[in-house]
């Protein structure tokens, strides 16, 4: 075969037969094993440099990565294990020809593109032929012992796997939608003061999560991917990437984005294990069934009724049907007597109100009646958002209107709790059910001597003012004589946190376990919703549930966006739903 030249402009790309000389010779070659060294970033950076090397995966085009991945020749390896062989090529708009499997010689500029190390402004491209095996695939197993290992097979062809005791599991996908990747751990990863206590134990362990995640990218640049990629992962009722679930051991080449490590798969991925689904048993005709929902930020209106955009919630009419469609869905699955919720529109009671309008479309279309326990206030609190509670009038009755605080923390952060009194209409047992929405960790004090400031111990800010929340909420309780409490809502403090082993260390039972979950952060799941019994109702308590409705969804799939959207009670919020069923007329779990 003859010599050929072609223009790239500028890029100039030789091969055939001839040119295999120039991909023997050594003495111009910058070894990729040089080039990357044993730090984060290379030492070369600025520097044109020839290197060469054999193709072990290409994404060429625009709608890709705009480039291909090298590895060295075995006789230019330096055989230090804390130096990679791997390099990625940038060939933006010049496309060349290249294949898997093919040795090339190239000559660009080093750089660290997003951290990647990366060969850019490439002037030449020369291909030698196939070479006569691919580079060997090194197996990679989570968790690592540290990110050095992960950097020192950058641009490297692995194996990813789980360590024995777990599978790879689908941690989270924030970015899924916008930028097509998710993330993919040995297990579930754990919010840290979840599993573990604040302090210390917290931050060993989001070491440890660190340790034990990779982004699994789509090998595209494309921004809001349409369809959305990895559709063999889809699964469960509303066909999704659904955090949770389990895939089979794949094989990719390690890259680097923005403080983060990936992988881009070279193999289609395989579903092994679906993630848990929703499953509530049948309420039985002698419990009552109690939930707790954060409907995120339900506003039908500006306060007169369909008036758009409002502060939260949907930009417009169409949106809130959507929104309100899911919702009611959700709360019809449930079919719980009482439901204390969550960031509903704080415009009172009337007819246009959002917790009226709420409770409409729940009687329409689950042929039941509700009512909506309403204080001798016109509104609850002057946030934005409040708490409601709805009931079931044929099953329990109020013995009284509804009562709420807005003394010490909820007179400003957390928002006033309300309380109503019930009376079991089998069994004529009196408790109260009080819905709580504590303040969240975000907008943190600008004053770091702040008893809110983010003390580091994995609890975030304003665990003060929490802390305070929950001593506030019992002395209420206490004054005002609320028999047999249950508390429920969005305590916005995690299992091990301190507002929630203040009730338990206080007379109440928290009949969750540490690995219920109702919320997805960071690919990290935990729970900020809570449900608690007073101690005297434990022999009560029949079961509790955290259905999965949404914190393993895509954000996608929520009202927003009409194109993903499809009825039913899934990705009606970002929080899921907790069920508590209590039976009065005898003993419980």
């Not at 955009?309 to 449930?334: C, F, H, S, W, Y």
Request: with cysteine; hydrophobic share 35%.
């Amino acid at each position: 075969m003859n010599k050929q030249l072609f223009t790239l402009l500028p890029v100039l790309f030789f091969s055939g037969a001839a040119v295999a000389d120039i991909c023997d010779n050594e003495n111009e070659v910058t070894p990729i094993a040089q080039i990357q060294g044993e730090n984060e970033q290379s030492s070369l950076i600025d520097q044109q440099v020839t290197v060469r090397g054999i193709v072990t995966a290409s994404w060429q085009t625009d709608e890709q990565l705009s480039g291909f991945f090298i590895h060295s020749f075995a006789e230019d390896m330096d055989d230090n294990p804390a130096t990679s062989e791997g390099l990625f090529a940038v060939t933006e708009k010049h496309h060349s020809s290249v294949d898997i499997g093919e040795q090339v010689q190239l000559t660009g500029k080093v750089t660290e593109r997003s951290q990647l190390t990366s060969l850019v402004d490439i002037s030449s491209i020369t291909t030698c032929g196939d070479a006569e095996s691919l580079p060997g695939i090194t197996d990679l197993k989570l968790p690592v012992q540290s990110l050095a290992e992960l950097e020192a097979l950058e641009g490297m062809p692995i194996k990813l796997s789980a360590s024995s005791a777990n599978e790879l599991t689908i941690s989270g996908h924030y970015n899924y939608p916008r930028h097509g990747y998710f993330d993919v751990s040995s297990g579930r990863l754990w919010t840290p003061t979840q599993i573990v206590m604040p302090g210390q134990d917290a931050k060993r362990q989001a070491e440890e999560n660190q340790l034990n995640r990779l982004q699994v990218d789509d090998n595209s640049n494309v921004v809001e991917p349409s369809p959305l990629p990895f559709s063999n992962l889809w699964h469960g009722k509303q066909n999704s990437l659904r955090s949770g679930a389990t895939i089979a051991s794949f094989s990719g080449i390690i890259s680097q984005f923005n403080n983060a490590y990936r992988v881009q798969p070279t193999e289609d991925l395989t579903l092994e294990s679906s993630s848990k689904q929703p499953q509530l048993p049948e309420k039985a005709n002698d419990s009552v069934r109690i939930a707790s929902f954060n409907v995120l930020n339900f506003f039908n209106g500006n306060g007169s009724g369909q008036g758009f955009p409002t502060p939260r919630g949907a930009d417009n009419t169409e949106q809130m049907k959507r929104q309100l469609q899911k919702i009611v869905a959700a709360l019809t699955a449930l079919d719980a007597d009482i439901v204390g919720l969550m960031e509903l529109e704080n415009d009172g009671f009337g007819e246009r109100s959002a917790i009226f309008q709420l409770v409409e479309a729940l009687e329409k279309a689950s042929g039941k009646e509700y009512e909506v326990a309403e204080p001798r206030a016109e509104k609850i609190g002057t946030d934005q958002i409040t708490v409601g509670i709805i009931y079931q009038p044929k099953r329990v009755k109020p013995s009284s209107h509804a009562l709420l605080t807005r003394q010490g923390p909820f007179s400003w952060g957390s928002r006033p709790p309300l309380a109503q009194r019930f009376i079991d209409r089998n069994t004529d047992s009196e408790f109260s059910v009080i819905v709580n929405h504590f303040k969240s960790k975000g907008s943190c004090p600008e004053d770091s001597d702040s008893p809110n400031s983010n003390k580091n111990d994995g609890q975030a800010c304003w665990n003060d003012l929490r802390l305070k929340s929950s001593q506030q909420l019992l002395e209420w309780i206490s004054e005002e004589s609320l028999a047999s409490p249950v508390l429920l809502g969005d305590f916005n403090a995690y299992y091990h946190e301190d507002p929630i082993r203040y009730f338990s260390e206080n007379g109440f039972h928290n009949p969750s376990d540490a690995t219920d979950y109702s919320y997805v952060y960071d690919s990290q799941a935990g729970s900020l919703d809570h449900i608690f019994v007073a101690n005297s109702l434990e022999s009560k308590v029949e079961g509790v549930y955290h259905l999965p409705f949404n914190a393993d969804e895509p954000w996608v799939y929520d009202y927003r966006d009409e194109t993903y959207f499809s009825d039913g009670p899934f990705r009606s919020s970002d929080h899921d739903p907790l069920v508590l069923d209590l039976r009065f007329s005898g003993s419980g779990m």
